[in-house]
């Protein structure tokens, strides 16, 4: 069916590019969703644009407006790409959030944002009811399931696709998202519509995605990685978008082999999971060009990768603050792999280290870095005062330490509240982390500083074992004292099984301060 034809709006408009290969593009493929039994559920661009233009009908049949906020809480699935676009057609706000939420953080979420309703995923609409106990809010199911009064698959069916829907100015926010809380509730980071379509276009454009690539996400899009990295460049491109529920390492290369993938991106841990599994036959047999990546890689795991796999690595440095974008580290030439070598700056996006009175720092001094671009946050929603905070003449100060070489690439040093100082000396705690990683019986770390009347601050290192292997805390210090200076050589050490961690892999350091703290 071809969709009727409609202005496709300002180009700042999220839905803009999906209209417009709907219309220009109808029966190229789209969407294929895979599920991890190997099930593929397919849409072309056309057929994709008119479910979501019927969704976004039969949402405001049931009193969304343009402005509401509707909380998509389900996953990766084909539910979730079906609401985001939906509301982005209604000239609604999205605001996905972390499927691992317990019912307290979604509750949080809901009320703080004012949402219209909530879009459950299959197997989550236990919590979201549980969330939503005495909330006047809308359970809309993904699916058609007993437990909800509302469901996707019927408000589709209601929604008249001529009916028309809320267009919503360039400007006006596009989504929120909700930054992982550690040791206070999470902030709600207001993206606009112009800015986000200059992000997913700024990334399209340094990727060289055309009409013909194919792009693998196994990445969660309620993170602004999997969104404005992944999903929104692709769409902008008019490319074929590949989805999956989540990353598997026995699978991955099935997906890429199947689905002909020119360009993917992981983080760090799934790919250490790839360089340590077996090598199997065809693994270089593939179309993959280019893989981004967020989280630190050595450089020798980076160089392992590439002459593995045959496929290059770009690191991606940016926060959801940032949209994601700031630093990119080039495919090809101009390409420096190394631990924390985040890149220059992306075409269009100023990046600077700065000092306290955040002027620009010459090459090769830690500061802070800044970014500033079209693409950036509006704002904190409903908090005036932590947006002062970050959002300073434009620059968003980003809480990270780093420096610009004289080549014009940027290089990470640490976060701000990681910086130690033990004996009055400024000591990065990811320099304590890097020696103690590299001990062959250890699995991760993370590295803390507690205050002490003395020594300014101890230094404490939790360490996991790797699986298997037997180490004591003097034998962490011992390898460390052999590395590093004595005031860098944690004082205590402790073992753990395990570091609590976002959901993208992230060690929850404020949650670990706390707990040291109390004790």
């Given at each position: 069916?071809?969709?009727?034809?409609?202005p496709?709006?300002?180009?700042?408009?999220?839905?803009?590019?999906?209209?417009?290969w709907?219309?220009?593009?109808?029966?190229?493929?789209?969407?294929d969703f895979?599920?991890?039994?190997?099930?593929?559920?397919?849409?072309?661009?056309?057929?994709f644009?008119?479910?979501?233009?019927?969704l976004?009908?039969?949402?405001?049949?049931?009193?969304?407006?343009?402005?509401?906020?509707?909380?998509?809480h389900?996953?990766?699935?084909?539910g979730?790409?079906?609401?985001?676009?939906?509301?982005?057609?209604?000239g609604?706000v999205?605001?996905?959030t972390?499927a691992?939420?317990?019912?307290?953080?979604?509750?949080?979420?809901?009320?703080?944002?004012?949402?219209?309703?909530?879009?459950?995923?299959?197997g989550?609409?236990?919590?979201?009811?549980?969330?939503l106990?005495?909330?006047?809010?809308r359970?809309?199911?993904?699916?058609?399931?007993?437990?909800?009064?509302?469901?996707?698959?019927?408000?589709?069916?209601?929604?008249?696709?001529?009916?028309?829907?809320?267009?919503g100015?360039p400007?006006?926010?596009a989504l929120?998202l909700?930054?992982?809380?550690?040791?206070?509730?999470?902030?709600?980071?207001?993206?606009?519509?112009a800015?986000?379509?200059?992000?997913?276009?700024?990334?399209?454009q340094?990727?060289?995605?055309r009409?013909?690539d194919?792009?693998?996400?196994?990445?969660p899009?309620?993170h602004?990685?999997?969104?404005?990295?992944?999903?929104?460049?692709t769409v902008?491109?008019?490319?074929?978008?590949?989805?999956?529920?989540?990353?598997?390492?026995?699978?991955?290369w099935?997906?890429?082999s199947d689905?002909?993938v020119?360009?993917?991106?992981?983080?760090?841990?799934?790919?250490?999971?790839l360089?340590?599994?077996?090598e199997?036959a065809?693994?270089r047999?593939?179309?993959?060009r280019a893989?981004?990546?967020?989280?630190?890689?050595?450089?020798?795991?980076?160089?392992?990768?590439?002459?593995?796999?045959?496929?290059?690595?770009?690191m991606v440095?940016?926060?959801?603050?940032?949209?994601?974008?700031?630093?990119?580290?080039p495919?090809?030439f101009g390409a420096?792999?190394?631990?924390?070598?985040?890149?220059?700056?992306?075409?269009?996006w100023d990046?600077?280290?700065a000092?306290?009175d955040?002027?620009?720092l010459p090459?090769?001094?830690?500061?802070?870095?800044?970014?500033?671009?079209?693409?950036?946050?509006?704002?904190?929603?409903?908090?005036?005062?932590?947006?002062?905070?970050?959002?300073?003449?434009?620059w968003?100060?980003?809480?990270?330490l780093?420096y610009?070489?004289?080549a014009?690439?940027?290089?990470?040093?640490d976060r701000?509240?990681?910086?130690?100082?033990?004996a009055?000396?400024n000591?990065?705690?990811?320099?304590i982390?890097d020696?103690?990683?590299?001990?062959p019986?250890?699995s991760?770390?993370a590295?803390?500083?507690?205050?002490?009347?003395?020594?300014?601050?101890?230094?404490?290192?939790?360490?996991?074992?790797?699986p298997?292997?037997?180490i004591?805390?003097?034998?962490v210090?011992?390898?460390c004292?052999?590395?590093?200076?004595?005031?860098?050589?944690?004082a205590v050490?402790?073992?753990?099984?395990?570091?609590?961690?976002t959901?993208?892999?992230?060690i929850?350091k404020?949650?670990?301060r706390?707990?040291l703290?109390?004790?």
């Amino acid at each position: 069916m071809t969709p009727a034809r409609r202005p496709d709006g300002d180009p700042g408009r999220l839905i803009a590019p999906l209209r417009h290969w709907a219309r220009a593009a109808e029966d190229r493929p789209f969407l294929d969703f895979r599920d991890l039994e190997g099930s593929v559920t397919s849409f072309t661009y056309g057929e994709f644009y008119d479910r979501v233009r019927r969704l976004a009908a039969g949402l405001a049949g049931e009193g969304l407006r343009p402005g509401d906020r509707c909380v998509v809480h389900t996953g990766n699935s084909v539910g979730f790409m079906l609401a985001f676009w939906a509301l982005q057609e209604a000239g609604a706000v999205a605001v996905p959030t972390i499927a691992q939420y317990s019912a307290d953080e979604l509750r949080y979420v809901v009320r703080h944002s004012g949402a219209w309703g909530v879009v459950a995923g299959e197997g989550l609409l236990p919590v979201v009811g549980a969330a939503l106990d005495g909330l006047e809010c809308r359970l809309i199911a993904d699916g058609t399931p007993a437990e909800a009064e509302l469901s996707l698959d019927a408000l589709a069916a209601s929604g008249d696709p001529e009916a028309g829907t809320g267009a919503g100015a360039p400007g006006d926010v596009a989504l929120i998202l909700y930054t992982s809380g550690t040791t206070s509730r999470p902030k709600g980071v207001m993206l606009g519509a112009a800015g986000s379509m200059y992000t997913a276009l700024s990334y399209a454009q340094q990727l060289r995605l055309r009409p013909d690539d194919v792009t693998l996400t196994c990445m969660p899009l309620f993170h602004v990685n999997g969104m404005f990295l992944q999903m929104m460049p692709t769409v902008a491109s008019g490319a074929r978008f590949v989805l999956t529920p989540r990353f598997s390492a026995s699978q991955y290369w099935s997906w890429v082999s199947d689905h002909a993938v020119t360009l993917a991106h992981l983080i760090n841990g799934p790919i250490r999971l790839l360089l340590g599994a077996d090598e199997r036959a065809g693994e270089r047999d593939h179309r993959v060009r280019a893989m981004t990546f967020g989280l630190p890689l050595t450089g020798d795991e980076i160089r392992a990768f590439e002459a593995r796999f045959g496929i290059p690595l770009a690191m991606v440095w940016g926060l959801t603050e940032t949209c994601c974008g700031a630093t990119l580290m080039p495919v090809g030439f101009g390409a420096r792999p190394g631990h924390q070598n985040i890149g220059p700056a992306m075409i269009g996006w100023d990046v600077r280290a700065a000092g306290e009175d955040l002027a620009e720092l010459p090459d090769g001094e830690v500061g802070e870095l800044l970014v500033r671009s079209p693409g950036v946050m509006l704002g904190y929603h409903r908090d005036p005062e932590a947006t002062a905070r970050t959002l300073c003449d434009g620059w968003v100060r980003t809480g990270d330490l780093g420096y610009r070489d004289e080549a014009g690439y940027f290089h990470f040093v640490d976060r701000i509240k990681d910086m130690l100082k033990p004996a009055g000396e400024n000591v990065a705690a990811s320099e304590i982390e890097d020696v103690i990683n590299a001990h062959p019986a250890v699995s991760e770390c993370a590295v803390l500083g507690v205050p002490d009347r003395v020594r300014s601050e101890t230094v404490v290192a939790l360490v996991v074992p790797a699986p298997g292997a037997s180490i004591a805390p003097e034998d962490v210090r011992a390898f460390c004292r052999q590395r590093l200076a004595s005031f860098k050589v944690p004082a205590v050490v402790e073992l753990r099984d395990a570091l609590p961690k976002t959901s993208i892999g992230k060690i929850r350091k404020g949650e670990l301060r706390d707990e040291l703290s109390r004790r």
